[in-house]
């Protein structure tokens, strides 16, 4: 392994922070840091300790989590293998749930959304052409992969990534001491190599999806590729505005704050790859979405405030541009190709399905205290305005549902980055 020392070159993400970080180190009693520390440390063992630990672990996460009660032993021991053992899992589930028909036909969605995007990309007037340009190629050259790695349906590599990994019957914090060393022995072999495109950074089972501007690549987990999210016998009006919307939420941010930083190969441009004019009309945009999630605020009875704009700005970002992308690949691509849709009885347009689809994909339910932590620390923001922000910022939503000018679903001045 190599050494790491005070020559060493690292990316460091916020050094605003460590800054501020620093200074909160000078001006804290040893008293309180030492409390810190040791709190750090019980949070996150006590849950694999015998009974009086775990006790207190879960009277104090339910208090801050809103929850009451213990959750049955089956669900955690469920989880817990899931994170133990996550791909090897995963390959238990892909193998039940997710067919090379499914991904044959993701993959038709991706290129729809990604033709969706750049077909947009003339249109956006705080761009220049030099950015525009480059925008396209890092668009077209960005990468995707769909369900789960390969290689954990061969058995042989799939227990390769154990090896050397002791479990026993009787011991479960053993157990769990001796997964955190080998998990982060296999970090620690990451280091000074190149990101390996090849590596997924989640096991299939998860329902998520994520961008990596280190390796301009997508990656849309099994898990998300199921109902209400996609169903390859729903309408497809439906899997665009669902699932379509979440790639379109992907692909937008190799293009957000951070995504404008790293080229289409992965490779962080100090200042970021767009032209000074197109950062500051980047900017000025920005700035919309960041007043206009600052002004979403929760019911006034639970007492929270409002969304920061500031924290949750790319998310809102992607979420803006997503259901644009999602709306134009169903309708300039999807429907190109396939003239003889039906539609579901009820229904005015398959449009109107698309917009429901996005909207039932983020139905949640929050606890108040949940919500308080959301606001802090989340960068997405609540679910209900993941659906409310984007629509009401989308011309094409309020003409279809005959808005009026500046209805509450349809403002006049509209926020759109992408
Ligand atoms: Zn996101």
Redesign the pocket.
């Known amino acids: 392994m190599e050494e790491i020392d005070e020559n060493s070159e690292v990316i460091c993400y916020g050094p605003d922070y460590l800054e501020l970080a620093n200074e909160l180190v000078n001006v804290t009693s040893d008293r309180i840091l030492h409390n810190f520390m040791m709190w750090k440390l019980l949070d996150s063992v006590a849950y694999y300790l015998s009974d009086p630990f775990r006790d207190q672990y879960t009277k104090f996460h339910n208090l801050l989590d809103g929850k009451s009660g213990k959750r049955e032993r089956w669900k955690e021991c469920q989880d817990e293998c899931n994170i133990v053992f996550d791909m090897a899992v995963g390959a238990m589930f892909v193998r039940e749930a997710f067919s090379e028909d499914d991904k044959a036909e993701v993959e038709v969605m991706i290129q729809d959304i990604k033709d969706a995007y750049i077909d947009e990309l003339p249109n956006i007037d705080w761009m220049d052409d030099e950015s525009r340009s480059k925008a396209e190629a890092k668009a077209k050259l960005m990468g995707y992969e769909i369900g789960y790695p390969d290689y954990i349906l061969n058995t042989t590599e799939l227990d390769a990534r154990w090896e050397g990994f002791e479990v026993n019957r009787t011991q479960f914090f053993v157990n769990r001491m001796s997964f955190h060393r080998h998990r982060n022995e296999g970090t620690m072999k990451w280091i000074f190599k190149e990101p390996n495109p090849d590596e997924w950074y989640l096991p299939p089972q998860i329902v998520n999806a994520y961008y990596d501007p280190t390796t301009n690549n997508m990656t849309f987990l099994a898990g998300i590729l199921q109902s209400p999210m996609y169903n390859p016998r729903y309408t497809m009006a439906f899997n665009y505005g669902a699932i379509g919307m979440v790639m379109g939420?992907?692909l937008t941010?190799g293009f957000d704050t951070i995504g404008g930083m790293y080229n289409h190969e992965g490779a962080l441009i100090p200042g970021g790859w767009y032209t000074e004019e197109t950062t500051e009309g980047f900017l000025n945009e920005t700035e919309c979405v960041v007043d206009l999630y600052n002004s979403y605020c929760m019911p006034p009875w639970t007492d929270l405030g409002c969304i920061d704009g500031e924290l949750t700005k790319s998310?809102n970002i992607?979420d803006l541009g997503g259901i644009k992308q999602a709306f134009y690949a169903y309708n300039n691509y999807y429907l190109a190709r396939n003239l003889d849709v039906g539609l579901i009885p009820g229904f005015r347009s398959n449009d109107e399905v698309l917009f429901l689809a996005f909207s039932q994909g983020w139905c949640n339910k929050y606890t108040t205290e949940y919500l308080e932590q959301m606001l802090v620390s989340d960068p997405?923001s609540p679910a209900m305005y993941r659906v409310i922000g984007p629509l009401s910022n989308f011309e094409e939503f309020g003409s279809l549902y005959g808005c009026t000018t500046n209805d509450e679903m349809n403002r006049e001045d509209k926020c759109s980055v992408w």
Request: hydrophobic residues 15%; charged residues 35%.
């Open positions: 939420h992907e941010h998310e992607a997405h």
